[in-house]
């Protein structure tokens, strides 16, 4: 079956450390997605990528980074230029940008410790 | 850019009874409006969508309604059951866009 993974779900980093979270799909969508969610802020957009080799700063992108060298995967390295990195990180994908829907993975949740 | 409200942040309900969720846009470009169920500890997982040229959906016991000129839709679940306890978010986009943005989400309890 098709789908998006995350890995780790839950990933304890200390204060100063980088950490990278894995995404990766076998849906052959063009387009990939880092989100982050807060209790009561919804959503809010890290980066994207509309196609391999390229990606763009979402709302929120200070202190993370991103590569898309390959279509299936978009790995997000949480940097500790991230002040407050304590949240709940989704990885979505979709056939492209505008109005194709989403297809999320089950998220990671990272802890600074 | 766009704004998306979401209201009411929380929803309880008999099971049995109806619930609905409300949301409004500030973008009049914005043409595509998907719906997410969040299970706890889970991803997001599209449950309808609706598109500018249509005013309303149905799926079963969901539907999406449209309106706009008053730039707002709507999420309608009618025979609540405890499995529809979850976070629901809705979203907007524009054709040409890069993104949804999301509302803050309503978190809907179905008391048996």
């Known amino acids: 079956d098709g789908g998006i993974t995350q890995s780790p779900k839950y990933l304890f980093r200390k204060e100063g450390q980088n950490v990278t979270l894995s995404c990766e799909q076998n849906?052959?969508?063009?387009?990939m997605y880092w989100y982050r969610q807060d209790p009561g802020q919804g959503l809010r957009l890290i980066y994207y990528?509309?196609?391999?080799?390229?990606?763009q700063k979402g709302d929120i992108a200070e202190g993370y980074s991103v590569s898309r060298e390959k279509k299936e995967s978009f790995p997000l390295t949480v940097t500790s230029a991230q002040k407050n990195p304590t949240a709940f990180y989704l990885c979505?994908?979709?056939?492209?940008?505008?109005?194709?829907?989403?297809?999320f993975g089950s998220g990671t949740r990272l802890t600074v410790v | 850019g766009e704004n998306v409200e979401q209201h009411p942040s929380t929803l309880s309900v008999q099971e049995g009874d109806s619930a609905v969720i409300k949301c409004t846009y500030s973008?009049?470009?914005?043409?595509?409006f998907p719906w997410y169920k969040q299970e706890l500890g889970k991803g997001p997982q599209l449950i309808i969508d609706?598109?500018?040229?249509?005013g309303e959906k149905k799926d079963q016991r969901i539907a999406v309604t449209l309106n706009k000129t008053a730039k707002h839709f709507s999420l309608h679940i009618t025979e609540t059951q405890p499995e529809d306890s979850a976070v629901y978010f809705c979203a907007a986009s524009i054709w040409t866009g890069n993104q949804f943005y999301f509302g803050t989400g309503t978190s809907l309890t179905v008391i048996p």
């Open positions: 849906l052959n969508h063009d387009a």
């Open positions: 979505a994908s979709s056939k492209g940008t505008g109005n194709y829907g989403y297809t």
């Open positions: 973008d009049s470009a914005s043409n595509y």
């Open positions: 609706i598109r500018s040229n249509v």
């Open positions: 990528s509309q196609i391999v080799n390229d990606f």
